[in-house]
């Protein structure tokens, strides 16, 4: 038998050209390549962040819509960081982000010429014990990692309110859901305790004198799936192509413990030092990896970038971008 050849993504060009897209979060780590790259696709980006408009309020995230038309949206916005974080802070991050992809969700499928909502999921609405790799249909199988689990099901909430916006309105509005492998790259957050584990441990680096070890969270054991920013944007903007509202994997699908990224990270930074782990501090969930098959097989996506590749312009970026907040 023949194998079947994987479909041909159409050029974001095609999808995208002409098009007003609302991208929330658009200032955002994610959201400005987003932008950016619909901007370089013949599109009118409309990005909007926290003083343009709350999403936690209903009639506000109506009005945004009211006001600004779109023909597509773009929900990259998150009331979110990292592991530390999500922690300290579990009523924010499951309440604020429920509402906000509630009303916003709704205000897109009601509002006149808006055809189509693509609302960016995440890895950890997996449950916590799942095989691995993570493929779309075992999403719904069990709790969420508990560290960020209000988090992780507010992203469900918005996936499974998306299926239903789908079999209430099956043509004329489209809602798609990317669920993506932890993101790096330039652009992420300065601020520590909103840092992801690529930007947690790549600032610590940068600023250790050359004698000391960097300390890892944890030990080391847990693995991660890390997914360059920009290939994250194309894989977003990709979604306009996936005809339905079943979620899909957009990531690497290469599994890395945390140890080996930390090795990775010291290695990028020409960090001296070595690493050390913090065995007090939590893992969080024990392995994390998508299966990205039918991103590629069906959807025809895959991710360009290695993990070296992206470590090494991520570090250059990081080390200007410190520099000038310190000058």
């Not at 992801?196 to 054991?221: D, F, K, N, S, Y």
Request: aromatic share 6%; net charge neutral; with cysteine.
């Amino acid at each position: 038998m023949t194998p079947t050849a994987s479909p041909q993504l159409p050029s974001l060009e095609s999808l995208w050209a002409g098009a007003r897209v609302l991208v929330t979060g658009g200032s955002g780590f994610l959201g400005q390549h987003v932008c950016e790259r619909l901007a370089a696709s013949g599109a009118t980006p409309l990005s909007v962040g926290r003083a343009d408009a709350d999403l936690t309020d209903k009639a506000a995230t109506e009005a945004l819509m009211d006001r600004l038309r779109p023909d597509v949206v773009v929900h990259c916005a998150v009331q979110g960081g990292g592991i530390g974080w999500m922690r300290q802070h579990p009523v924010a991050s499951g309440r604020d982000n429920v509402l906000m992809n509630v009303h916003l969700l709704d205000a897109a499928a009601r509002s006149p010429g808006c055809t189509a909502f693509i609302g960016v999921s995440s890895a950890c609405a997996y449950p916590r014990i799942c095989p691995v790799p993570f493929v779309e249909e075992h999403l719904w199988n069990g709790y969420p990692e508990p560290t960020n689990g209000p988090y992780a099901l507010s992203k469900r909430i918005m996936m499974d309110l998306g299926r239903a916006w789908h079999q209430e309105r099956p043509s004329g509005f489209l809602a798609v859901f990317p669920i993506l492998a932890n993101l790096y790259g330039p652009g992420d957050h300065i601020e520590p305790d909103r840092a992801h584990v690529v930007a947690a441990l790549m600032q610590r680096c940068i600023a250790l004198p050359p004698e000391q070890p960097l300390t890892v969270w944890g030990t080391g054991t847990a693995t991660r799936e890390f997914l360059y920013v920009t290939d994250a944007a194309e894989g977003v903007l990709s979604m306009l192509a996936w005809r339905s509202p079943q979620p899909l994997n957009i990531g690497t699908g290469i599994e890395v413990p945390i140890a080996d990224l930390a090795r990775a990270v010291v290695h990028a930074c020409r960090h001296p030092g070595g690493i050390a782990f913090d065995r007090e501090k939590p893992d969080g969930q024990p392995r994390k990896c998508l299966d990205v098959t039918r991103a590629s097989t069906e959807l025809g996506w895959t991710a360009p970038t290695t993990l070296a590749d992206g470590l090494r312009h991520t570090v250059a970026w990081y080390r200007t971008a410190l520099a000038e907040r310190a000058g």
